[in-house]
């Protein structure tokens, strides 16, 4: 009985678990836009955009004088990850799909740029940066929607990535929960290393049940019955279970609750570094604190990161690699996709979402349209509609702080073998705060991202450099601006390259006015800030008939697991039960249903 009862506690919560499943500090959508710099905002792109014989971040198309009236059954405004994920679900399903994207090249923030010196082209990865349970079938959403499409990038992987802590450096091994522990000892105590070995404990349960579906067989109608219920919940562990009960009833731990509440459960005090650390990870996937942290993303996180030979990625050809794949699946599918299509508006007749129509006039008529844009954009496409309070037109939704870049081509000659990420943290007491936290990637397994003998590096202060600061200056105080501002960074970078801006061959700042001018982001922000335990992200399906939403602004979130979890549920709220059912079958009979 007392299962039963559990496993109904269970089904009532599969809205709120949808998992994240993988660490993605970086993330990309072109509603979810994370750590990420198209070009300099005075610079102008250029004419190659290849990553080697990999990816590519443009698409070519119908030409620009060429009328792009036409009609498909889906059209996919945005070309993100999120709304390719979608749109290639959609095609894989049979559906006729139209993408269209603003910018020259598709990828949303997960697109890359080129610029060229006189030593070589330097590729940059202008998205997401940190990618785990990609480079093979796994739980991660973004891995699972390409197995489903057969479609992907190639791989590089690696097993540790660099911190500079208050109390050292700290290296962060995935797949080895027992170097994890040694680490925290060394830095920390041992209180810290008992303080790990709890909250292993306390996660269990929680971590068993947001895992305890393949993100891919979740759809939010009664077909889920079908799909996830009667395959994937008679498997999970009635032990497990009647701890998450007891833990939901007289803990307070909730999947869609933050994460704080599953380190109070577990008894870690704020002080403690194992609380500060995973503060500081929460803030990463999401941008939010853990006190405002979904504990389904991070519970997921702990459970994926830390299996045994578990393996951090890198998509070879940078994360527009991903975005090519997504691009071959659909138009391999019969589908297309149009760039330099903006969109002015989606068009409704009768209170019902049938197309949308572009810049130049043109019209993309469908029986579905689906918005990749941020929610604050969407909501300006629209003619006045009522009852949009908390769905995914609700243009109040709080947004966060933007972002700070540097992108450098640099000379590598003579240096030790370097980590692929640094993170720099100075202070714990507030991971929120500007300046604190500075994100690092390093092209050290890319041999197409740079010249012989020379990297490509980002780095970037995540989500917390204040639009406002930027507002108003002329062209001479923003440009003084960008180099003073500029310093956190470089500063940061001299940590682990001492001579950096000696070896410097190329470098580029990228303010929040680069993110709003070419993302298209209100204000440059990194996305919605919705704070876990007050109010979920919204779902999929928009007061107005035939309208649905993906990316940041909705459901799960913030983060490329969480965007690409928002275009399967999208894809399934369109694609009836029997379709997705023969889908995960040919998934399972290929082994890449995990």
């Not at 923030?109 to 330097?122: D, I, L, P, Q």
């Not at 307070?252 to 503060?279: M, N, Q």
């Amino acid at each position: 009985m007392f299962r039963r009862a559990l496993i109904l506690l269970f089904v009532s919560l599969l809205p709120l678990v949808v998992p994240f499943s993988s660490l993605s500090i970086s993330r990309s959508s072109s509603s979810s836009c994370a750590p990420i710099l198209a070009r300099t905002s005075s610079s102008t792109p250029t004419a190659t955009v290849r990553f080697g014989s990999r990816a590519a971040t443009r698409s070519s198309h119908a030409p620009l004088s060429a009328s792009r009236d036409g009609t498909s059954d889906v059209v996919v405004i945005g070309s993100g990850l999120g709304g390719l994920s979608a749109a290639a679900l959609l095609a894989h399903y049979g559906y006729s799909v139209t993408v269209c994207e603003s910018h020259d090249r598709i990828g949303g923030c997960a697109h890359g740029f080129e610029r060229r010196t006189a030593v070589g082209a330097f590729r940059f990865d202008s998205g997401p940066s940190l990618f785990s349970g990609c480079s093979k079938p796994s739980s991660n959403p973004m891995r699972q929607v390409l197995d489903a499409v057969g479609e992907t990038p190639e791989w590089g992987s690696y097993n540790e990535w660099t911190m500079y802590v208050p109390e050292g450096i700290f290296r962060v091994k995935s797949g080895d929960k027992r170097a994890f522990e040694a680490e925290m000892r060394r830095l920390g105590g041992d209180s810290a290393a008992a303080d790990w070995r709890q909250l292993l404990a306390a996660n269990e349960a929680l971590a068993a049940l947001v895992a305890g579906i393949p993100p891919i067989a979740l759809r939010a109608d009664a077909g889920a019955l079908k799909t996830a219920v009667a395959t994937y919940v008679p498997k999970l562990d009635p032990t497990l279970l009647a701890r998450f009960g007891a833990d939901f009833l007289l803990k307070g731990v909730d999947p869609s609750g933050p994460f704080s509440r599953v380190l109070e459960a577990a008894g870690i005090k704020p002080t403690s570094l194992v609380y500060r650390w995973f503060d500081f990870l929460a803030f990463a996937l999401s941008g939010l604190p853990v006190t405002e942290t979904s504990a389904a993303a991070v519970s997921f996180m702990i459970k994926e990161f830390f299996a045994d030979g578990a393996v951090m990625d890198v998509p070879l050809g940078g994360s527009p690699a991903i975005a090519a794949a997504l691009e071959r699946a659909i138009t391999k599918n019969g589908g297309s996709i149009l760039t330099r299509a903006h969109v002015d508006e989606i068009i409704v007749e009768g209170g019902v979402a049938v197309g949308a129509r572009l810049a130049d006039g043109s019209e993309r008529r469908a029986k579905h349209v689906v918005s990749n844009a941020p929610v604050w954009a969407t909501a300006k496409l629209m003619p006045s509609v009522h009852g949009t309070t908390g769905s995914c037109l609700d243009s109040t939704a709080p947004k966060t702080p933007s972002f700070l870049h540097l992108h450098c081509g640099f000379d590598a000659t003579g240096l030790d073998p370097l980590a692929v990420h640094h993170i720099i943290v100075r202070d714990w007491s507030d991971v929120t705060k500007n300046n604190n936290l500075v994100f690092v990637s390093i092209s050290v397994l890319d041999d197409d991202a740079a010249p012989a003998g020379h990297h490509v590096l980002h780095a970037y202060l995540p989500a917390t450099e204040p639009y406002v600061d930027w507002v108003g200056l002329d062209k001479k105080a923003y440009l003084e601006k960008k180099e003073t501002r500029a310093e956190v960074l470089w500063k940061a970078v001299e940590e682990f390259i001492p001579d950096i801006r000696e070896r410097s061959v190329y470098s580029s700042i990228g303010t929040p006015l680069t993110h709003e001018r070419f993302l298209r982001r209100p204000e440059g922000t990194f996305g919605s800030a919705w704070k876990a335990g007050e109010k979920t992200f919204p779902g999929h399906s928009s007061p107005v008939k035939g309208l649905y939403c993906c990316g940041d602004s909705t459901f799960p979130g913030i983060g490329v697991p969480a965007v690409a979890g928002s275009g399967m549920a999208v894809a399934h709220a369109i694609a009836p039960v029997d379709k997705h059912l023969r889908l995960l079958e040919d998934m399972r009979r290929a082994g890449t249903l995990v």
